[in-house]
């Protein structure tokens, strides 16, 4: 029972750092349909500047998370302008793959060049360390930190989607790009707009999942892969895909890692194998054929 | 597209095999520039023809398939895992262990290609990493069979054809493999421009159009991904062979990503332009890697991105089309 217990909450909390970072990926493939293999560059770039904002300015660890979002999302616009604007909604994957794989490979060695290649912790405040007494059990703070930061997520991007104007516009854009060009949506400053909303989840997301996904000089390409799998077994654009396939591949891990070390990161794939193999647009995705 | 799938293909019957005799002609040279001028070097030589056999595997199917793959050095892997392991086992003559990495290269093949090749786009891509990633994941979970994160060591190969013996110069190592690389590439340029080849590119091109002319896509796909496994096994064994140590490595996703800037940046869907590709990147890499892996990192960032915004077809292309002006203006005179 208590290893089950375990589990589950080690199991969400991973989950939820997954779904973090990727829905912010999820969001751009859906509108823009980038394979960006880079968002785990950008993760990279949050988690470093929290690092350095905590280590070396000694700020509180909220304006570190404030800090590295804006930071990140700063840093991304030449990207945006330069670069993704030229494959947005290009069909070709693999032009976008290797673009974004040079982004990674450039931003690796540019940030390991200014921050020196070595892990960067990012110390957590008193109040998120020790563990939490909730009755019947303890469970360490950290980790439901990190479970409600997920939820409060998703009820935001939830709410932004469905009942603001920006919401509207940004699911005409989804459907018919071109459609909603004609009827007076900017379409170019939504694409502007969700790639930073991307960015800063993806930030974000580093950050606070540090203590989960550490902050490494290779992180960017280790976790390059899991961010695409979620994405697209959840399905591009949608938030439930994202969030329940993040849960489903969290819970594969831990669980394989807990009860099977040897095979943790084979039955991971093989999920993901299976999964795919049945949904080609995921668990919640649509084909835009 | 046109243009170029016209270059291929000859405008007359010319004796046969003279065009591939130039090619050959071509690597052999170059092979024996390197035997003459870096002696000391020909460990990391070998190790570059190696991996020349893997992009080469790769563009059949990213250049001449539309394949988008990031797995595709699980092919690889298994065939060098297969060769040490047969060779640990008590197998040594080096051309039996090239035969079964070439076959456990073919199976994997085979089998990933059956996978891969159902979809298009995303769930394809996806499919080719989860494959990767999960030979990966195998290779490092069965130690008792791979070594696991040790590597498999102890490979020692012996007598090529019973009398050349692997030195600690490798040269015979080198040589070995050139040989390997002059048959391969020969058999490979007949191949692509063999009727099946070229329907391969038709379906590249257009797979809709493919269809409705009737041919049947998917058992093309995956027996075109068997060939490759094929090439990607008989340079995965070789690797094997000549380093005779089996890594982790060359089941990587680095390994794969690797690979495919190497086909991008020599030009996929042209021979010599994953050859240029291989030989390019891995001399640089030997280089600048050397003094700084970071740097060579932001190098290889950066010209991937400049290589994809001004050059998407790969540095072959600006060569292949002097080549053809300077053909067509010598036929016209």
């Given at each position: 029972m208590r290893t089950v217990f375990s589990i589950l909450i080690d199991a969400i909390a991973y989950g939820m750092v997954l779904f973090i970072i990727s829905i912010g990926l999820s969001i751009m493939m859906g509108l823009m349909r980038v394979v960006n293999l880079a968002h785990g560059a950008f993760a990279m770039i949050g988690g470093y500047l929290a690092s350095y904002a905590i280590r070396?300015?000694?700020?509180?660890y909220g304006i570190a998370i404030l800090m590295a979002v804006i930071g990140t999302i700063i840093v991304s616009v030449p990207f945006e302008v330069l670069l993704y604007r030229r494959i947005y909604?290009?069909?070709?994957?693999l032009i976008q793959v290797l673009m974004t794989i040079g982004i990674t490979f450039f931003i690796i060695g540019v940030v390991n060049f200014i921050f020196g290649p070595s892990l960067k912790s990012i110390p957590l405040p008193a109040t998120l360390s020790g563990p939490l007494d909730i009755g019947f059990r303890s469970l360490p703070t950290h980790r439901l930190f990190v479970i409600a930061c997920g939820i409060v997520t998703a009820l935001a991007l939830w709410l932004l989607i469905e009942k603001t104007e920006f919401g509207i516009k940004l699911r005409a854009s989804v459907d018919h790009s071109g459609m909603a060009d004609a009827l007076g949506i900017r379409t170019e400053i939504i694409y502007a707009v969700t790639f930073a909303l991307a960015i800063g989840l993806g930030a974000f997301g580093g950050v606070v999942g540090a203590e989960i996904l550490p902050v490494e000089p290779f992180y960017a390409l280790r976790y390059m892969v899991t961010f695409l799998v979620v994405v697209s077994v959840g399905g591009a654009g949608s938030i439930l895909g994202a969030l329940s396939a993040s849960l489903l591949l969290g819970l594969a891990d831990t669980t394989g890692k807990y009860l099977a070390p040897e095979f943790g990161e084979f039955f991971f794939y093989l999920t993901v194998i299976c999964i795919v193999f049945l949904f080609p647009h995921g668990l919640f995705g649509r084909s835009h054929a | 597209m046109t243009a170029i799938a016209a270059i291929q293909v000859p405008p007359t019957r010319s004796i046969p095999l003279v065009r591939e005799a130039g090619g050959a002609l071509a690597i052999i040279v170059l092979g024996a520039i390197g035997y003459y001028l870096f002696p000391d070097d020909l460990a990391f030589l070998t190790r570059l023809i190696g991996i020349s056999f893997l992009v080469l595997s790769l563009d059949l199917v990213t250049?001449?398939?539309?394949i988008a793959t990031l797995g595709h050095a699980a092919q690889f892997g298994v065939a060098a895992y297969a060769a040490g392991i047969a060779c640990v086992r008590g197998i040594t003559d080096p051309i039996a262990l090239l035969m079964i990495g070439t076959f456990a290269g073919t199976l994997m093949g085979l089998i990933s290609g059956a996978l891969i090749t159902r979809f298009r786009g995303l769930p394809q891509l996806v499919l080719s990493i989860a494959v990767g990633q999960l030979i990966a994941a195998l290779a490092n979970k069965l130690s008792w069979l791979t070594g696991g994160s040790d590597g498999l060591s102890g490979i020692t190969p012996g007598k090529v054809f019973g009398i050349y013996n692997f030195d600690m110069y490798s040269r015979t190592a080198y040589l070995f493999s050139l040989a390997v690389l002059v048959i391969v590439f020969v058999a490979l340029s007949r191949f692509v421009r063999s009727p099946f080849g070229l329907l391969c590119r038709g379906i590249k091109d257009d797979d809709l159009r493919a269809k409705m002319i009737g041919v049947s896509v998917y058992p093309r796909l995956v027996l075109m991904y068997g060939v490759s496994g094929a090439v990607a096994g008989v340079g995965g064994a070789l690797t094997a062979i000549s380093t005779g140590v089996v890594g982790l490595d060359s089941v990587s996703f680095e390994r794969s990503a690797e690979v495919l800037v190497m086909l991008v940046l020599g030009g996929a869907g042209h021979l010599w332009g994953a050859l240029a590709g291989a030989l390019i990147f891995q001399v640089f890499e030997h280089i600048v890697s050397a003094a700084n892996p970071f740097h060579w990192m932001t190098l290889v960032g950066l010209l991937l991105i400049l290589i994809v915004v001004?050059?998407?077809?790969?540095?072959i292309e600006p060569v292949l089309s002097l080549v053809a002006r300077f053909t067509r203006k010598g036929r016209a005179s």
């Open positions: 070396d300015l000694h700020v509180n909604r290009k069909s070709d994957p | 250049g001449y398939c539309g001004f050059a998407p077809r790969g540095l």
